[in-house]
């Protein structure tokens, strides 16, 4: 018991020396520069009036600070200390502190855009209305007037993919937009994101025909859909007695195929797996015959990226569908969307849309999907009894993509036999948040299939 006591001893006189004090002028010791008036910080012992070290949960309006240095605490705010060292300017941690105790945690975006990310604060907000316009080739924003929009924008490259075009702000409100180019798209911010617009089509990559969306795969790539060109037929026919079309496009899965005859139908393109690019939709095949060159076919949908170091909210639909195959073509796939955010909220009329479009009939052309849950289409054959040499319906997130239709009975000798495209494949979509869950209300608009995932953050 002698022994403890001694030890106590020890300890009260390492952090405080018996001077009286009123304030800390009156310490003259540096070891002890601190004046406990009321007895109130733990190396004082309860005793008042006495100089001791300088108390760890000082504030700072008594002990001050050294003006620059930042910490972040177990209440996960981030003081850092003014210019007169006697305050600090408080910043609140939505993700936590760093294990170092001098920044708060922030998310680590995939695709290379982790850099974008850390510029975006020094960045003014932007706010993007109706008829606006986002050129991913050039890097330039214009209103409906042509006026240009100053948003910063860096180039991202991909390895076998098209760069990303990212456009970067401390935060972002999208109205009706128009995205163009042949570069994938993505909006980085620290603060929030907001996609406005009810049931608009408010960040528009959708491919629009055969105008590739933007950051669609290539035509080389194995998800576009199969066309033939005067391969297969039987000896002494004619091009025109081979009665092919284009496979669709394919991503989430295969491409549906088109009709065939004589040969095999062309197959649809095969499916896509993984997020590791960010590339759109795939194109779809063409029948091309002599009379009937390739490059008719629906093209991919777009890819687009959004984060967000804060929130994402869409009340509005961003829409990347596939475009419709022209005369007996394939339809293209739906593309590609990305969001990180640590809250993603889909509100009513709000959400994705990444549709395949239409196959094209042996007369007009598939549709292109549309910013909904409505399948896409077809293209029909004017002459032939219904049903025949008309397209399959675009893919959606609860459809398949439609098979093509050929003619089957009362073709002429030497007359073309009468074949449709097959539909796009839907799109993808992933979702990251903080606990891998997003606000979803009922009424929310989802035609893409999401995988959910969770943020990397450091």
């Given at each position: 018991?002698?022994?403890?006591?001694?030890v106590?001893?020890?300890?009260?006189?390492?952090?405080?020396?018996?001077d009286?004090?009123?304030?800390?002028?009156?310490?003259?010791?540096?070891?002890?520069?601190?004046?406990?008036?009321?007895?109130?910080?733990?190396?004082?012992?309860?005793?008042?009036?006495?100089?001791?070290?300088?108390?760890?949960?000082?504030?700072?309006?008594?002990?001050?600070?050294?003006?620059?240095?930042?910490?972040?605490?177990?209440?996960?705010?981030?003081?850092?200390?003014?210019?007169?060292?006697?305050?600090?300017?408080?910043?609140?941690?939505?993700l936590?502190?760093?294990?170092?105790?001098?920044?708060?945690?922030?998310?680590?975006?995939?695709?290379?855009?982790?850099?974008?990310?850390?510029?975006?604060?020094?960045?003014?907000?932007v706010?993007?209305?109706?008829?606006?316009?986002?050129?991913?080739?050039?890097?330039?924003?214009?209103?409906?007037?042509?006026?240009?929009?100053?948003?910063?924008?860096?180039?991202?490259?991909?390895?076998?993919?098209?760069?990303?075009?990212a456009f970067?702000?401390?935060?972002?409100?999208?109205?009706?937009?128009?995205?163009?180019?042949?570069?994938?798209?993505?909006?980085?911010?620290?603060g929030?994101?907001?996609?406005?617009?009810?049931?608009?089509?408010?960040?528009?990559?959708?491919?629009?025909?055969?105008?590739?969306?933007?950051?669609?795969?290539?035509?080389?790539?194995?998800?576009?859909?199969?066309?033939?060109?005067?391969?297969?037929?039987?000896?002494g026919?004619?091009?025109?007695?081979?009665?092919?079309?284009?496979?669709?496009?394919?991503?989430d899965?295969?491409?549906?195929?088109?009709?065939?005859?004589?040969?095999?139908?062309?197959?649809?393109?095969v499916?896509?797996?993984?997020?590791?690019?960010?590339?759109?939709?795939?194109?779809?095949?063409?029948?091309?015959?002599?009379?009937?060159?390739?490059?008719?076919?629906?093209?991919?949908?777009?890819?687009?990226q959004?984060?967000?170091?804060?929130?994402?909210?869409?009340?509005?639909?961003?829409?990347?569908?596939?475009?419709?195959?022209?005369?007996?073509?394939?339809?293209?796939?739906?593309?590609?969307?990305?969001?990180?955010?640590?809250?993603?909220?889909?509100?009513?009329?709000?959400?994705?849309?990444?549709?395949?479009?239409?196959?094209?009939?042996?007369?007009?052309?598939?549709?292109?999907?549309?910013?909904?849950?409505?399948?896409?289409?077809?293209?029909?054959?004017?002459?032939?009894?219904?049903?025949?040499?008309?397209?399959?319906?675009?893919g959606?997130?609860?459809?398949?993509?439609?098979?093509?239709?050929?003619?089957?009975?009362?073709?002429?000798?030497?007359?073309?036999?009468?074949?449709?495209?097959?539909?796009?494949?839907?799109?993808?979509?992933?979702?990251?948040?903080?606990?891998?869950?997003?606000?979803?209300?009922?009424?929310?608009?989802?035609?893409?299939?999401?995988?959910?995932?969770?943020?990397?953050?450091?």
């Amino acid at each position: 018991m002698y022994k403890l006591a001694v030890v106590l001893v020890l300890v009260v006189g390492c952090t405080k020396k018996a001077d009286q004090c009123t304030s800390n002028a009156d310490c003259t010791d540096p070891a002890y520069p601190f004046c406990d008036v009321n007895g109130e910080f733990a190396p004082s012992g309860s005793a008042k009036n006495v100089c001791t070290i300088v108390p760890p949960d000082c504030p700072v309006s008594q002990c001050g600070c050294e003006p620059g240095a930042v910490t972040c605490g177990s209440d996960n705010m981030l003081d850092t200390c003014n210019s007169d060292g006697m305050s600090v300017t408080s910043t609140a941690c939505g993700l936590g502190c760093e294990a170092s105790g001098t920044a708060c945690k922030t998310i680590e975006p995939s695709n290379g855009l982790g850099p974008a990310l850390m510029q975006a604060s020094t960045e003014p907000a932007v706010t993007l209305g109706s008829g606006d316009t986002i050129d991913t080739d050039a890097g330039t924003v214009t209103d409906a007037s042509g006026n240009v929009i100053a948003v910063p924008s860096t180039l991202i490259p991909q390895t076998n993919a098209a760069p990303i075009r990212a456009f970067i702000a401390h935060s972002f409100t999208i109205g009706s937009v128009t995205v163009t180019g042949s570069n994938a798209l993505a909006l980085v911010s620290d603060g929030p994101i907001a996609i406005e617009g009810l049931m608009n089509v408010v960040a528009s990559v959708s491919a629009s025909g055969q105008s590739q969306g933007v950051g669609a795969q290539p035509m080389s790539a194995p998800c576009t859909g199969e066309s033939t060109f005067d391969q297969g037929c039987v000896t002494g026919t004619t091009d025109d007695e081979c009665g092919y079309a284009g496979g669709g496009g394919g991503n989430d899965m295969p491409g549906a195929a088109a009709g065939g005859i004589m040969i095999p139908e062309n197959n649809g393109g095969v499916a896509v797996t993984g997020f590791s690019l960010l590339v759109g939709g795939c194109a779809g095949g063409s029948p091309g015959t002599r009379d009937n060159p390739p490059g008719l076919a629906g093209a991919g949908g777009g890819a687009v990226q959004i984060v967000s170091a804060t929130s994402v909210t869409l009340d509005g639909v961003i829409n990347v569908g596939g475009g419709g195959g022209t005369f007996s073509s394939g339809g293209g796939s739906g593309g590609m969307v990305v969001i990180e955010a640590p809250i993603v909220i889909v509100h009513d009329g709000g959400g994705i849309a990444a549709n395949g479009g239409g196959g094209g009939g042996c007369d007009t052309a598939g549709a292109t999907a549309t910013p909904d849950t409505t399948p896409a289409g077809v293209g029909s054959c004017k002459a032939m009894t219904t049903g025949y040499g008309t397209g399959g319906t675009g893919g959606t997130l609860l459809t398949a993509p439609g098979v093509g239709v050929i003619q089957t009975d009362g073709i002429i000798t030497g007359s073309t036999p009468n074949a449709g495209g097959g539909g796009g494949s839907v799109g993808r979509a992933r979702i990251a948040t903080l606990d891998g869950t997003v606000s979803l209300t009922s009424g929310a608009i989802m035609s893409a299939a999401v995988t959910n995932d969770m943020l990397d953050v450091q």
